[in-house]
C-alpha cells in the first residue's frame, strides 16, 4: 500500500476509533492476557532456521542462552551459565544445576553439548551458519560444565553466545527432521508453548510458573501471551481501536502521533542501534553499470535529503540520526571520520554528467515491505529530481535473502538492526561477509581483522579505516536513524531500550 493510500486508510480507522472513546480498548489487562498482532509471517519458532525480528522476539519467550546482554550495563550477565572462564583457546562454563525443560525434564551440560555440537557440525544446514564457525570444538567436563574450544579469539564471542539459544537434547536431539522442532519447541524460557499454528500464523504461551533463573534481564510480568500476524497496517490500527490487539510495532511515527490523541493509547519508542541505509552495487553483480560507478552512487547519495526522510521514520520525535553506518555510542567497536555527504542535489547532478550520465538512468530499488518501502518511496523522488528514473520493489524479508544471495538486487532501501547484536562484528557479517557488493578485497581484509582484534583501541582503529572507506567509496551511506515505534495500550508498561532486533523483549513489557 502506497503512503498516500495508508494514510487514507490509517485517518479512517483513527476517526472510527475516536468514535468509539467509550469503549473498552482491549479486555486484554482483565485477564492478564497480551495480544501482539506482527505484520510479517510468524514462521518457525526455531531462530537457527528463521532468524526474522519476530522470530527473536518468540524465541526469546521460549528459550534461554547460556549468557545474556545488559544494554543498561552495557555487559554480559548469567543467565543458564553461573559462570565463566575465558582463555585464548577456550571457554569453560559452570552451568546452573536447578533449571528445568517445560516438560520437566533437568537442563544439564548434555543439552548445551547437543546444541552448540549441532551448530558447528558440517551436517547441519540453516541460515547463517558462517556466525559460530568460530567455535571449533564443544566437550562436557561434569554434569553442569562445559568447555567450548574456539578457532582463536574474538572481541565477541560471549556477546555471540547471548544469541545462541539453547535446546533439549531429549527432544530435538532424536528429530529426524530438526526443522519440526521449531512447530512444536520445548524451552526453559519465561513462557512455555500452550499452541503454534504455522498456517494460521497464531501463537499462544503461558507464564513458566517454574522461572526463577532469568537473573536481572529476563522475567515474566503477563500471564498468557498471544501472538499473531496482520499483514496491513491500517488493518492492525483497527484491531487496537476494536479490542483485538493490545501492541504492534513500525506504525509511522506521525501515524502513532495522531492515534495517541486518543488516551486509550499510546507509543514508546526505542532509539535502535540501527540504521536505515542505501546499499549499492558497487561490485556489478546485478549488470546495472551505472551503480558500479563511483561518481553515480556519490551523486544518488547527494540527492536525497536525510532531514525530510528521518520524519518517515521518526516524525516529530527528537531522535539522534545517522553520521555513519555504525553509532559509536551503542555498538561496539564503532568509530569513524568520514560521514554521509549532506544534500546537495545541484552537485549530484554535475556527478552524474562527469559520470557520463548527463539525462540519468534507470535503477530498481528493491525495498522492505512496510515504512522501508515508503522510504524507498521517498528515495525515488529525489533520484526523479535528478533525472534518475527508480521503480521501487517492496519485498518480504525472505525474498530480499534469495534475491541478494543470487546477486539480482541493483541497489537496496533498507535497515539493519544487527540482530540486536550491539558489536560492528554484526555488519561486517550482514555486508561484507553474507552478501558482498562492494567487491573490495581490501575492505573485506578489513572486516576480517577488525573481528580478530581483541585489543580495544586497535580495534577502533581499523574500525574507523573499515567505515571510512565505505563512506569514500560510497557502498553504503546512511539515510536515517531506524527507531522501533511501538503502538500500544496506555495501560502498558515499556521498557524501551532493549538491544532487541524486534525492538522490546517479552522482559520489558508489563502491565501498569
Keep these: 500500500m502506497s503512503r498516500t493510500r495508508w494514510g487514507m486508510a490509517a485517518a479512517a ?54 549468557v545474556d546482554y545488559d544494554p543498561g550495563t552495557k555487559s554480559i550477565v548469567p543467565l543458564l551459565a553461573k559462570s565463566w ?44 551458519k558462517f556466525n559460530w564457525a568460530w567455535i571449533k570444538k564443544v566437550e562436557k567436563t561434569g ?56 498456517a494460521t500464523n497464531r501463537l499462544v504461551v503461558v507464564k513458566n510458573p517454574a522461572y526463577k533463573w532469568g537473573g536481572t534481564t529476563k522475567a515474566a510480568h503477563i500471564g498468557r501471551v498471544m501472538m499473531s500476524t496482520i499483514p496491513d497496517m491500517g488493518a492492525q490500527v483497527s484491531a487496537l481501536l476494536a479490542g483485538k490487539a493490545d501492541l504492534f510495532r513500525n506504525l ?76 559509536p555510542d551503542r555498538i561496539i567497536g564503532c568509530a569513524f571520520t568520514k ?45 526523479a529530481q535528478i533525472g534518475v528514473k527508480a521503480t521501487v520493489e517492496p519485498v518480504t524479508v525472505t525474498t530480499y535473502t534469495k534475491k541478494s544471495l543470487a546477486g539480482q538486487i541493483e541497489m537496496t532501501v533498507a535497515g539493519y538492526t544487527l540482530g540486536g547484536l550491539p558489536d560492528v562484528s554484526q555488519q561486517v557479517t ?29 580495534r577502533l582503529k581499523i574500525s574507523s579505516q573499515f567505515y571510512d572507506r565505505i563512506a569514500d567509496d560510497v557502498y553504503i551511506t546512511p539515510l536515517t536513524a531506524m527507531p522501533h515505534v511501538i503502538t500500544h495500550l496506555s495501560d502498558l508498561d515499556i521498557n524501551s531500550h532493549s538491544a532487541s532486533g524486534y525492538g522490546v523483549g517479552i522482559s520489558d513489557i508489563k502491565w501498569k
Excluded at 22 to 36: E, Q, V
Excluded at 107 to 112: I, K, L, N, P, Y
Excluded at 300 to 313: E, S
Aim: glycine letters at 8%.
Design 13 to 66: 480507522a483513527l476517526a472510527a476509533g475516536w468514535g468509539l472513546a467509550a469503549t473498552p480498548a482491549s479486555a486484554g489487562r482483565a485477564n492478564d492476557t497480551l495480544n501482539i498482532v506482527e505484520i510479517l509471517p510468524l514462521g518457525s519458532l526455531d531462530m537457527y532456521y528463521a532468524g526474522y525480528p519476530q522470530t527473536e522476539f518468540m524465541s526469546d519467550m521460549l528459550f534461554d542462552a547460556l
Design 85 to 128: 572462564k575465558v582463555t585464548p583457546g577456550a571457554i569453560d562454563f559452570e552451568l546452573r544445576d536447578d533449571v528445568t525443560w517445560h516438560d520437566g525434564q533437568k537442563f544439564t551440560a548434555d543439552d548445551v553439548v547437543y546444541t552448540l555440537g549441532w551448530l558447528i557440525d558440517p551436517a547441519s544446514r540453516y541460515r547463517f
Design 143 to 198: 554434569p553442569y560444565s562445559v568447555r567450548v574450544e574456539t578457532n582463536g579469539q574474538r572481541p565477541y564471542d560471549l556477546l555471540r553466545l547471548t544469541l545462541a539459544p539453547m535446546f533439549p537434547k531429549h527432544v530435538r536431539g532424536v528429530l529426524a527432521d530438526t526443522t519440526e522442532f521449531g512447530k512444536h519447541p520445548v524451552g526453559t524460557g519465561p513462557y512455555k508453548l500452550v499452541s503454534f499454528n504455522e
Design 252 to 327: 509511522p511515527a506521525d501515524q502513532a502521533e495522531a492515534l495517541a490523541k486518543d488516551p486509550r493509547f499510546t507509543f514508546s519508542v526505542n532509539p535502535s542501534i540501527g540504521t536505515t541505509y542505501m546499499w549499492f552495487d558497487a561490485a556489478g553483480r546485478s549488470g546495472n553499470k551505472a551503480i558500479a560507478n563511483p561518481k553515480v552512487r556519490q551523486a544518488l547519495a547527494m540527492a536525497v535529503d536525510r532531514g525530510a526522510l528521518a520524519k518517515i521514520m521518526s516524525a516529530n520525535q527528537n531522535v539522534e540520526q545517522p553520521k555513519n553506518l555504525c553509532w
Design 339 to 383: 560521514t554521509e555527504p549532506g544534500y546537495h542535489p545541484a552537485e549530484a547532478k554535475k556527478l552524474l554528467a562527469e559520470a557520463g550520465y548527463p539525462n540519468g538512468f534507470s535503477v530498481h530499488i528493491t525495498a522492505y515491505v512496510g515504512r522501508l518501502s515508503q522510504l524507498a518511496e521517498a528515495v525515488a523522488g529525489y533520484f
Design 430 to 458: 550482514f555486508f561484507v561477509s553474507a552478501a558482498d557488493y562492494s567487491g573490495d578485497p581490501e575492505l573485506k581484509k578489513l572486516g576480517a581483522a577488525m573481528d580478530a582484534e581483541m585489543d580495544p583501541e586497535k
